[in-house]
């Protein structure tokens, strides 16, 4: 395929020893599309997100974002560098930069990474404050945030990458009930302009927010379709019973 | 009385005025040591292709061995193969040894400092693409430097013991100063006394700015 825009996924294989976590993935994202993956625990979706980023490595298929094509068995450290760069990456844990305060770990990126002055990257800084609704806690460590207002950072983290894919991994899991609503408000607004590929246990965040659902199964996509065909008229037994139990 | 006390007062000003060469050579090989006990860890920690067996070894020989046989080494030894170390002076030669001796500690302490930060800090930095050595310079070294505070503050405390040991180079140092001063006396228990209490004083200056320190650093992290 030649088409440079949107991101291509091929063959995508992940083995942690003797089991196979993703088994021969193929996927294409449209610009602005926002896909969420839903299925049972450890069938694999959060280590396709860690894949797309090299946060875990895969053993072998093709990731193409943009014009950039990396073939997962040979990738160099440069390529593994520029893949990171086209993508921005929403943590379970938050894994907010413990050393710096919540505007310094919008910044960081931009000023180290993109090389943006530090004027600018402080006014792009507060106007991301502003939009998490923290405005007023730029200058707070991690540390002194409650859960929800971390992982509104996180987003807002990612959020300034303006990266062409965000990868969102299970964002309220760790999350007491009382923060769940904010950060599932944020994802919703910024899902408005952002191509995303979402893991998450919230069905009817799910339900709301996607153009296409992902239902993965022993590491392979097993069902697709908009939300309304998943949800109302599952066809595969795995998925009925998975509704079913979440249900 | 069985020590002379007046004499113990008249030597204190006469040993304080080889305090600063003391804490010269102590601070000058700390910062120097430190700077290098960093680039050891991270070329381990970062595993970095036959740099990382080479630190290995310097750390293992200089951790191996003791710090009066590197002394010894150093100004003696190394006059024999290099002819341009002849001119090598005994505070020179001690500021080296010194140096390379704590380098090899205090790189273990902070290389275990390193691996102790949390794998989100790491997955976080090359998430928003940031090379191995932006994300060790930005993220990992200044939580780290946090943890190995007051060991590497130990190690200065000990440096600044060992200094003693450039008396054995010819250095004329507290140790010295106090070793001529009771040849001519033949006073040795006041002389070293007034040596170990000197050394005492200062050592316990440092614990009181470490414990202030130790307060300083984790303020960033609490709410």
């Known amino acids: ?247 | 009385m069985v020590v002379d006390l007046e004499y113990m007062a008249s030597l204190v000003p006469v040993i304080l005025r080889y305090v600063p060469l003391t804490l010269g050579m102590a601070i000058i090989s700390m910062a120097i040591a430190l700077v290098l006990a960093a680039a050891l860890a991270i070329v381990r920690v970062l595993r970095v292709p036959v740099a990382d067996r080479i630190v290995a070894v310097y750390i293992s020989f200089f951790r191996g061995t003791p710090l009066l046989v590197q002394l010894f080494l150093f100004y003696y030894g190394l006059p024999q193969l290099l002819p341009a170390a002849r001119s090598i002076d005994g505070v020179t030669a001690a500021v080296i040894g010194l140096t390379l001796h704590f380098s090899a500690y205090m790189a273990e302490s902070i290389r275990g400092a390193i691996l102790g930060i949390d794998r989100s800090q790491w997955e976080a930095g090359a998430s928003v693409g940031m090379t191995e050595l932006q994300l060790m310079r930005r993220i990992i070294l200044p939580q780290a430097a946090r943890v190995a505070a007051p060991t590497l503050l130990n190690y200065f405390i000990d440096l600044i013991k060992s200094t003693s040991l450039a008396f054995t180079l010819g250095v004329t140092e507290m140790m010295g100063a106090a070793q001529k001063e009771a040849a001519g006396s033949f006073r040795y228990l006041e002389a070293f006394l007034v040596v170990a209490l000197i050394y005492w004083a200062i050592v316990e200056a440092l614990s009181f700015v470490q414990r202030r320190m130790e307060v300083r650093l984790a303020r960033a992290f609490v709410r």
């Open chain 1, 1 to 247: 395929m030649s088409c440079d825009t949107g991101i291509r996924i091929e063959g995508l294989l992940k083995r942690f020893g003797e089991r196979t976590i993703l088994d021969r993935i193929n996927l294409d994202i449209a610009p602005g599309e926002r896909i969420v993956i839903i299925g049972p625990s450890g069938t694999g979706k959060s280590t396709l997100l860690r894949c797309l980023a090299f946060l875990d490595r895969p053993d072998a298929g093709l990731i193409g974002v943009g014009d950039l094509e990396v073939e997962a068995s040979k990738a160099s450290r440069r390529e593994i560098l520029a893949l990171r760069r086209r993508t921005a990456f929403v943590f379970q844990n938050y894994a907010l930069f413990a050393n710096k305060t919540a505007r310094q770990n919008i910044t960081e990126a931009l000023t180290v990474v993109k090389r943006m002055s530090q004027a600018d990257a402080d006014a792009r800084a507060d106007a991301i404050l502003a939009e998490i609704g923290l405005a007023d806690r730029g200058d707070a460590y991690p540390a002194a945030l409650s859960g929800g207002q971390q992982q509104r950072v996180g987003i807002g983290r990612a959020m300034a990458l303006e990266a062409e894919l965000m990868l969102v991994d299970e964002p309220t899991s760790a999350l007491d009930p009382e923060w769940v609503g904010e950060v599932l408000d944020l994802l919703r607004r910024v899902a408005a302009h952002q191509t995303m590929l979402i893991v998450t246990h919230e069905m009817q965040f799910a339900r709301e927010i996607a153009d296409r659902i992902l239902f993965m199964d022993g590491g392979r996509i097993v069902e697709e379709g908009p939300p309304a065909a998943i949800f109302e008229r599952p066809q595969d037994a795995r998925l009925q019973t998975f509704l079913r139990r979440v249900g």
